[in-house]
């Protein structure tokens, strides 16, 4: 059996192994089959077998990408290699600003995330944030680039990107008819991740500004019937006048007993003779008689009578604890809704209630999403 055999690759996967052809001399060796006209004849051999091909009917083994069709529709940069070369600050603000201006949100955001380091150190402060923000929910992408490059960085600082403003500014998109589209929910996600991240104390601010939202919607509710004193139910102005109507009653009856006292002590011999008590020497006060002190005490006690009802109006001190509460509702409301006014671009005729129960519940939708990335991280 003949120990020597030629290796080729099998079609359908393997080695294919051949005998060598015979030995036409007896004292031919193999290595003479090194010759130009034996690998000729293995060439031969080779070609017979059939290249691979795949159900369509593509030559895979002879398949180039560099020269097919779907690679024109891909930059040539792009096509040599994934990353950017440095590019100079002024280029690449220049096609941020044009990819922004035409709509190019995703592309331009590809491009700032290849940017490198120090180009993309270069050109933070020359970048229009705020036109950013306000092109919000469309330009998300860009803030989330963004954001993602300046959280990985070491030296730059999330405040150069006002997170507060933006923030607010997704908090204005939930608070619309028609919310937050979903296509960019996933962008808004990893932009309140960031968020959330480097800035803490947003989340904190925000259940604020929604805990004040709340209350002046609850506060625009208190104002209802009050009870009177004669367990009636009233607005609070007619319970009112009712009540100063009663004190002025009590006032007078008190100015009429005040007269018929001051009255029936003169002429008489009492505590009303002679100087005023407080001109009086305290020797005189010590030498009064049993009848004197009794009878000072009986007018004492009946002006007393007579005043103390309208000091002790417990009536009217409940209305007036409510006139003040009522009116600082509807100061922090007028607040809430004037500044909702200049962030929504709202109408001044615009129905109060609806606008800041909307607004609070977006700021709820909004800290619910800081929130469940707090939870994903492990920082609750």
């Not at 608070?175 to 937050?180: D, F, I, K, L, Y």
């Not at 008190?254 to 002590?265: F, P, R």
């Not at 002190?293 to 000091?311: C, F, G, M, S, Y």
Request: hydrophobic share 40%; glycine share 4%; with cysteine.
């Amino acid at each position: 059996m003949n120990r020597y055999f030629e290796a080729y690759p099998r079609a359908g996967g393997g080695i294919l192994t051949l005998p060598p052809p015979p030995l036409a001399e007896p004292d031919a060796t193999w290595n003479s089959y090194n010759s130009e006209p034996a690998a000729a004849a293995a060439r031969l051999l080779a070609e017979r077998i059939k290249p691979e091909r795949n159900r369509h009917g593509v030559n895979v083994q002879k398949l180039q990408w560099r020269r097919s069709h779907w690679v024109d529709g891909f930059p040539a940069e792009m096509v040599s290699s994934m990353t950017i070369a440095d590019v100079s600050p002024r280029f690449a603000v220049k096609r941020i600003l044009i990819l922004y201006e035409n709509a190019q949100y995703r592309e331009a955001a590809n491009f700032i995330n290849r940017l490198s380091h120090g180009t993309f150190k270069a050109i933070l402060s020359q970048l229009p944030i705020d036109m950013f923000i306000e092109a919000m929910p469309h330009s998300v992408s860009i803030l989330e680039a963004l954001y993602g490059k300046v959280f990985l960085s070491s030296d730059l600082c999330v405040k150069t990107l006002r997170p507060d403003t933006v923030l607010m500014r997704l908090v204005k998109l939930f608070s619309g008819s028609s919310g937050c589209a979903e296509r960019w929910l996933a962008s808004t996600r990893k932009l309140l991740k960031v968020i959330v991240l480097s800035e803490p104390k947003l989340r904190k601010s925000l259940m604020v500004r929604r805990r004040a939202l709340d209350k002046a919607v609850e506060g625009l509710g208190q104002h209802g019937l009050v009870g009177t004193s004669d367990e009636t139910l009233t607005n609070l102005h007619d319970a009112l006048r009712g009540e100063f109507q009663k004190l002025v009653d009590t006032y007078k009856s008190a100015v009429q007993k005040l007269e018929e006292l001051s009255l029936s002590g003169r002429g008489k011999d009492g505590v009303n003779k002679g100087p005023a008590p407080v001109q009086a020497s305290h020797q005189r006060q010590l030498s009064l008689k049993q009848n004197d002190i009794q009878e000072r005490l009986i007018k004492n006690k009946t002006l007393l009578n007579v005043v103390e009802p309208a000091l002790e109006n417990k009536s009217l001190a409940i209305l007036l604890t409510i006139l003040k509460r009522r009116v600082e509702y509807d100061k922090d409301a007028l607040f809430q809704f004037t500044q909702l006014r200049k962030e929504l671009e709202a109408d001044a005729d615009h129905v109060v209630a609806p606008l800041l129960m909307r607004y609070s519940h977006a700021c709820e939708q909004v800290r619910w999403m800081m929130n469940f990335r707090l939870h994903i991280f492990g920082r609750q």
